[in-house]
């Protein structure tokens, strides 16, 4: 990161390190701005811990319990400000929203409704990153959540039993969602937009009412990032 960020500021470059040795001149293209752009970096490993408080912009984070997400969030800074640095944090999860708290439940187990946990477990093994810490942590979860998969209130972690890497989802209505992003976490986390699954969008579309509200505050939230 620190690499690509004097070379993105356009600045002759002299570094020494460990896994590279480069000294080069300022580069001749530039970006728009001039300057580099934010380094969006996640990871839960001690030594990803230490390069995201040396370089990252925005430290991003997956699902886990609320008590966790704040200890993390605390850790991250204390390491940033031993450096005189600030980091930004950020918050990648799924989401699966229906009219009541009941339907997106349903709507949960329905979407792992036929998934043999045989094939599931191999899907998981054969990722490239499923040995690493922050995937592991998943796991963790999903091994403490009870038999519907909820590890607390409105997380879900059954969406994790046939993918690695963010393995867990908020799930209940178009109330519950938001407050759950931006409730207890107010504060933590950058503006952001969340993506929405294509058939996701239809069923939500067709249904109107409260979905639909939830689908203009997906929208705002997207709008709001882009003014930033």
């Known amino acids: 990161m620190s690499i ?7 600045k002759p470059l002299d570094h020494d390190g460990t896994f590279w040795k480069l000294k080069v001149d300022p580069p001749r293209i530039a970006s728009m701005s001039g300057q580099c752009p934010q380094f969006y970096f996640g990871g839960l490993s001690e030594d990803a811990r230490e390069a995201a408080a040396e370089g990252a912009d925005i430290y991003l984070m997956w699902p886990d319990r609320l008590e966790a997400v704040r200890d993390i969030v605390a850790d991250l800074r204390h390491r940033a400000q031993k450096r005189s640095r600030t980091l930004r944090f950020g918050y990648r999860v799924h989401v699966v929203v229906r009219e009541t708290e009941a339907e997106a439940r349903l709507a949960a187990d329905r979407l792992l409704s036929k998934l043999d946990d045989t094939a599931g477990a191999a899907i998981w093994a054969k990722s490239l990153d499923s040995q690493s810490v922050g995937v592991r942590r998943q796991a963790e979860l999903r091994e403490q959540a009870g038999n519907e998969g909820y590890v607390e209130d409105n997380l879900w972690t059954g ?11 908020i799930a209940g209505d178009p109330d519950q969602v938001p407050a759950k992003l931006h409730g207890p976490t107010a504060g933590l986390f950058r503006p952001g937009a969340l993506l929405r699954r294509k058939h996701d969008v239809v069923e939500i579309e067709k249904r109107g009412g409260h979905s639909r509200l939830f689908v203009e505050h997906v929208e705002r939230c997207a709008a709001e990032l882009l003014r930033h």
């Open 4 to 10: 690509l960020r004097t070379l993105l500021d356009g």
């Open 159 to 169: 969406i994790g039993r046939a993918r690695s890497g963010c393995g867990a989802a």
